[in-house]
């Protein structure tokens, strides 16, 4: 049997309330650990709260709070400390995409995306860093993406800000990993979330077929962080698109999107 590390551990999970980040708040849930959710929809929130404290009997807090506004992870540390909670693992996953055809029209909500993707992401993981130190026991697991490793026509700045996570991610795990604290990226593909709706970004019906599960993501992210693995691409398709983008030019690649997002995907 599996040595349960998350049992009656308080975890932090963003963007909780939909996608990757329910399924990872309910896959820990499921391994007995308390959890704090974070996410905009308070109601949401409420709902998955009674969901998970009714079904697996652990504690579950929420924060609804926008992280693409400044000083939030602020927030969301002074909400821990009052309420007297000792966060062991983070799960940074909050995130959404701008087209790139609207970057250039609302640089202001460029700047709000960032907030979420790279600085509260950057901000929660050091703000928890300390006190995981101090008990010299410690998890992080930031949700980046496979477009970190393979450019992007479609999305530049999320294309960037991705590829941020991974580089900070893997310095974070060089530095702790010796010291008791598990640090992982993951980068999955394309799951079957609502995160295209929501980002506007129009999906072919024939291409969403092929689209991953949100909860095997979930479930194969907990498991590389309990192992202390560095980076873990979820899913074999995935694995042959970073490989390709090992072997393949980056220009070859980001002007044939170009030239099929042009067709399939409205700006």
Same mark, same amino acid.
């Given at each position: 049997?599996?040595?349960?590390?998350?049992?009656?551990?308080?975890?932090?999970?963003?963007?909780?309330?939909?996608?990757?980040?329910?399924?990872?708040?309910?896959?820990?849930?499921?391994?007995?650990?308390?959890?704090?959710?974070?996410?905009?929809?308070?109601?949401?929130?409420?709902?998955?709260?009674?969901?998970?404290?009714?079904?697996?009997?652990?504690?579950?807090?929420?924060?609804?709070?926008?992280?693409?506004?400044?000083?939030?992870?602020?927030?969301?540390?002074?909400?821990?400390?009052?309420?007297?909670?000792?966060?062991?693992?983070?799960?940074?996953?909050?995130?959404?995409?701008?087209?790139?055809?609207?970057?250039?029209?609302?640089?202001?909500?460029?700047?709000?995306?960032?907030?979420?993707?790279?600085?509260?992401?950057?901000?929660?993981?050091?703000?928890?860093?300390?006190?995981?130190?101090?008990?010299?026991?410690?998890?992080?697991?930031?949700?980046?993406?496979?477009?970190? $490793?393979? %450019?992007?026509?479609?999305?530049? @700045? *999320?294309?960037? &800000?991705?590829?941020?996570?991974?580089?900070?991610?893997? +310095?974070?795990?060089?530095?702790?990993?010796?010291?008791?604290?598990?640090?992982?990226?993951?980068?999955?593909?394309?799951?079957?979330?609502?995160?295209?709706?929501?980002?506007?970004? $129009?999906? %072919?019906?024939?291409?969403?077929? @092929? *689209?991953?599960? &949100?909860?095997?993501?979930?479930?194969?992210?907990?498991? +590389?962080?309990?192992?202390?693995?560095?980076?873990?691409?979820?899913?074999?398709?995935?694995?042959?698109?970073?490989?390709?983008?090992?072997?393949?030019?980056?220009?070859?690649?980001?002007?044939?999107?170009?030239?099929?997002?042009?067709? *399939?995907?409205?700006?």
């Amino acid at each position: 049997m599996k040595e349960n590390r998350f049992i009656n551990r308080w975890a932090l999970v963003t963007g909780a309330s939909s996608g990757i980040g329910r399924e990872i708040a309910i896959e820990l849930a499921r391994k007995q650990a308390n959890l704090v959710l974070v996410s905009r929809t308070e109601s949401v929130l409420e709902a998955l709260q009674q969901q998970l404290q009714e079904q697996f009997q652990v504690r579950v807090l929420f924060i609804p709070i926008d992280l693409s506004k400044p000083n939030t992870a602020g927030e969301i540390q002074k909400f821990c400390d009052d309420q007297g909670i000792s966060i062991t693992i983070v799960v940074n996953n909050a995130g959404y995409a701008l087209k790139t055809a609207d970057e250039i029209k609302k640089p202001e909500q460029v700047c709000g995306m960032l907030e979420v993707l790279v600085c509260n992401l950057t901000e929660l993981s050091l703000r928890f860093l300390p006190g995981m130190m101090l008990k010299g026991e410690g998890y992080i697991l930031n949700i980046s993406s496979i477009v970190a $490793y393979i %450019p992007v026509a479609s999305t530049l @700045t *999320y294309h960037a &800000a991705k590829a941020y996570v991974l580089a900070f991610t893997k +310095a974070l795990h060089w530095e702790y990993a010796k010291k008791g604290i598990h640090i992982t990226c993951s980068l999955p593909g394309a799951t079957k979330t609502g995160f295209s709706k929501a980002s506007d970004l $129009y999906v %072919p019906e024939q291409l969403w077929k @092929t *689209y991953g599960s &949100a909860e095997s993501v979930a479930k194969v992210s907990i498991e +590389a962080m309990a192992k202390n693995q560095c980076v873990v691409i979820p899913g074999w398709n995935n694995r042959l698109l970073y490989w390709l983008s090992r072997i393949l030019p980056h220009y070859w690649i980001y002007t044939c999107q170009k030239k099929y997002w042009s067709h *399939y995907r409205p700006s």
